[in-house]
């Protein structure tokens, strides 16, 4: 069985820096891509960041220049480097992976439990 196990987010002011981590744990062969997306209240979940296996990096453009993301391929973990943060970043943070749990398994998409991000003075 797969976990994703995320730590980090909190409350923070505007201008302000945050990382979130997400650490990947049981039954891993092999882990395609790891990153972030986010739920706001009333929108769409969407992806913020996410990183190959091989280090090809993806960024919404609206967190480009803001956001980094890093990732461990010994550990099995993803960082988000979030700074300069803005109201507008205030959501859920949800880690995604795409992982093949066993050599004989199929790909599957995990997803973290979330953790909440809010950016208020």
């Known amino acids: 069985q797969v976990q994703l196990v995320e730590s980090g987010g909190g409350l923070v002011q505007p201008g302000g820096s945050l990382r979130l981590s997400c650490a990947a744990s049981?039954?891993?062969?092999?882990?395609?891509?790891m990153g972030w997306y986010r739920q706001a209240p009333g929108k769409q979940r969407e992806l913020v960041a996410s990183?190959?296996?091989?280090?090809?990096?993806t960024l919404a453009d609206s967190v480009k220049g803001r956001f980094t993301i890093s990732r461990d391929n010994g550990k099995n973990t993803v960082t988000l480097e979030m700074n300069s943060l803005k109201s507008e970043d205030t959501a859920v943070y949800l880690c995604n992976a795409n992982i093949m749990p066993t050599a004989t398994m199929p790909w599957y998409v995990y997803w973290g439990q979330g953790t909440q991000v809010t950016v208020s003075s």
């Open positions: 990183m190959t296996s091989g280090g090809i990096t």
């Open positions: 049981g039954s891993i062969f092999s882990i395609a891509v």
